[in-house]
């Protein structure tokens, strides 16, 4: 049983930045593969930031070099710090963790990117 809950999503102006949180409740947050996903209206959801259990990361290339994907173990916790915020960044961001067989999703929270 494994329950995520996204924060820190708002209204920024382009250019700016963000940072969300995802809080992982259950066990064995160490074994998951983590990732950030976003969906815009009426657009596909995508994958765009990945952590593996062991650290390794990887990144979609519309938010290379802008976004950064980590995770703490001792906290149970995967951060995504977004910089240099686009329009085109406005979506729902939800995390996700993925070990095995077993998915599991937050409820998701609003990123707006507007001037």
């Known amino acids: 049983q494994v329950q995520l809950v996204e924060s820190g999503g708002g209204l920024v102006q382009p250019g700016g930045s963000l940072r969300l949180s995802c809080a992982f409740s259950?066990?064995?947050?160490?074994?998951?593969?983590m990732g950030w996903y976003r969906q815009a209206p009426g657009k596909q959801r995508e994958r765009f930031a990945r952590?593996?259990?062991?650290?390794?990361?990887y990144y979609l290339d519309s938010v290379k070099g802008r976004f950064t994907i980590s995770r703490d173990n001792a906290l149970n916790t995967v951060v995504l710090q977004m910089n240099s915020l686009k329009p085109e960044d406005t979506a729902v961001y939800y995390c996700?963790?993925?070990?095995?067989?077993?998915?599991?999703w937050g409820q998701g929270t609003q990123v707006t990117v507007s001037s």
């Open positions: 996700g963790a993925d070990r095995r067989d077993e998915l599991y």
């Open positions: 259950g066990t064995s947050f160490s074994l998951y593969d």
């Open positions: 952590i593996t259990s062991g650290g390794s990361t």
